[in-house]
């Protein structure tokens, strides 16, 4: 399978910013660990504060593997009482991890989530995810 690297300045421009203005959440929630660089830059461009989540249904390999039957979600003892919640990943093939993730924010108190991916099927979107897709903080992928 091919692997299409991404740079930085593509996934800031793969960024809607104003929509995601829009929206204006009071938490934005990074899946990691490839949820935390897009969390970060969003978290920047908003003023909004970001955490990290650890949730994961499939490993790093490209193409990535199942690992588990259903999403893993930690959420680390966070509460969410009354918050509008910005779940970010940077790719969603089936959408089951970012639906976990929501509904474990939801039962943490939030008043409403919703979802953001570079690649994939969210609540907003960039691109369909089409394949693999390898992002400069992988490691793997060229520099920044």
Not at 27 to 34: A, D, L, M, N, S
Not at 61 to 74: F, M
């Amino acid at each position: 399978m091919k692997v299409t690297d991404v740079s930085l300045g593509e996934v800031k421009t793969l960024i809607p910013t104003k929509e995601l203005q829009a929206y204006a959440p009071d938490i934005i929630v990074g899946i990691e660990r490839g949820g935390l660089m897009p969390s970060q830059i969003i978290s920047y461009s908003l003023g909004i504060h970001a955490v990290a989540v650890k949730a994961n249904l499939y490993n790093d390999d490209k193409p990535a593997r199942k690992i588990h039957p259903s999403p893993q979600v930690n959420l680390r003892h966070m509460k969410f009482e009354g918050q509008k919640v910005l779940i970010v990943d940077d790719v969603s093939n089936s959408g089951a991890t970012l639906e976990a993730v929501k509904n474990a924010v939801l039962a943490a108190g939030a008043r409403e989530a919703r979802t953001f991916v570079l690649f994939g099927k969210s609540d907003f979107a960039s691109r369909p995810f089409e394949g693999c897709v390898r992002f400069p903080w992988e490691g793997k992928a060229h520099p920044f």
